[in-house]
């Protein structure tokens, strides 16, 4: 009986590592396809529209600092869109 106990344990352990692993990777698929579509010309955008001067905004967009700093917010918002949004896709799933 143990035995028994012990397996159906060692079985809900792995369903559950395996639901873990499913997420992690729809996870990462949403975050790169959202990711792509994040582009450096909307911040641009959202610049301009403070009436900076024209030349300050090319300057930064032509920082390299700026610019990587860019790109990890945009991975970080990236992926916790996706965290969002998989946890909808789970509950309509459920549903």
């Known amino acids: 009986m143990a035995y028994l106990t012990q397996d159906r344990i060692e079985d809900a352990s792995w369903v559950n590592h395996y639901a873990q ?31 900076a001067d024209n030349a ?3 300057a930064l967009i032509n920082d390299d600092r700026f610019l990587e700093r860019t790109y990890e917010n945009f991975r970080f918002v990236a ?10 896709n789970i509950e309509l799933r459920r549903a």
């Open 21 to 51: 692993v499913a997420r992690e990777e729809e996870e990462s698929e949403l975050a790169d396809q959202y990711e792509k579509a994040f582009r450096i010309s909307f911040i641009q955008k959202m610049m301009e529209a403070t009436h």
């Open 56 to 58: 300050a905004i090319i």
């Open 79 to 88: 992926e916790e869109l996706a965290a969002k949004q998989v946890d909808i």
